[in-house]
């Protein structure tokens, strides 16, 4: 089989941005009310909810170009979909570090970085 690590790579990242999706769609509140109080003091504490809304539908378009990208892959050996899959969810986890870091949450920074190295390497093989 040819593209596997790149075929993986796009599974992994369709897996975690459709499973963040979900957990957004279906305990909205609950994020909502955390997020509030992680960013509490910076100067987003106002639009969590846009924030979030705005998060929601990158997690899903990255999740979703993922999905189609891997199956683009396996059938035909064609990567459109599935570089920008990768893209996207480059743009999102940047988005997603860009908050921590305004949070001052280096921890969920550094997370944050484990997912966008694998990303990356994403972007690397489909382009």
Known sequence: MHNTASLLLLVFLAITFIQSGYDKIFYWKDNVAWLKDHFAKTPLKKQVPLALANVLILELLSGILCIVGSI????????????????????????????????????????????????????????
């Open 72 to 127: 683009e892959l396996y059938l035909t050996n064609e990567k459109l979909y599935g570089y920008y899959g990768a893209v996207f969810s480059c743009l999102t986890l940047l988005m997603l570090l860009f908050g921590q870091r305004l949070a001052k949450d280096y921890d969920g920074a550094r997370t944050i970085v484990i997912y966008f190295v694998p990303a990356v390497m994403a972007v690397f093989l489909l382009n």
